[in-house]
């Protein structure tokens, strides 16, 4: 998942949220696209270098990933389509608090089989030090422990 959102009017916060599912190898390797300033590339398999990986060129469009033929040794060869991820649709300020409504971005197909649609991520403020990250369903309710602001 990969969410690029920017809050403005009278707001200095801008947010920047990557996430991926990686499988630890024996030898991690960190491979950098030397046009990533550019072109940034966010690696679709990252466990290509688990020796129990079945990583292929089909293997990678299976999982609705760019494959690069021409990629060298140091650059990410199956990886995210930059479009893909989700779209904010609406957000919402209070004093303590930022919540943005997100949907996923369709035009892309998910390398999940079941992604979520709509995703909630709300920002909780409650002391300089600590601030609260949300990522949630916004269709499927389930139970959480409820915690108690001072």
């Known amino acids: 998942m990969r969410l690029i959102a920017s809050i403005t009017k ?5 947010f920047l949220l990557i996430i991926t599912t990686a499988i630890a190898s024996p030898k991690p390797t960190i491979k ?3 046009s990533s ?5 966010i690696n ?4 290509i270098e688990s020796p129990y990986s079945n990583y292929s060129k089909d293997a990678c469009l299976a999982r609705h990933c760019l494959y690069d033929d021409k990629a060298n040794s140091s650059m990410i060869q199956c990886y995210l389509s930059p479009n893909s991820g989700y779209i904010l649709q609406n ?10 409504k997100l949907k996923r971005n369709q035009l892309i197909g998910s390398m999940f089989s079941d992604p979520i649609e709509n995703v909630i991520l709300e920002v909780q403020y409650y002391t300089n030090d600590i601030i609260r990250f949300k990522l949630y369903d916004a269709d499927k309710q389930r139970y959480e422990v409820k915690i108690k602001r001072k």
């Open 32 to 34: 950098k696209n030397p």
């Open 44 to 47: 679709c398999y990252p466990e």
């Open 37 to 41: 300033i550019s072109n940034p590339r």
């Open 10 to 14: 009278n707001s200095p916060i801008i």
């Open 91 to 100: 957000s919402t300020k209070q004093i303590n608090n930022i919540q943005l």
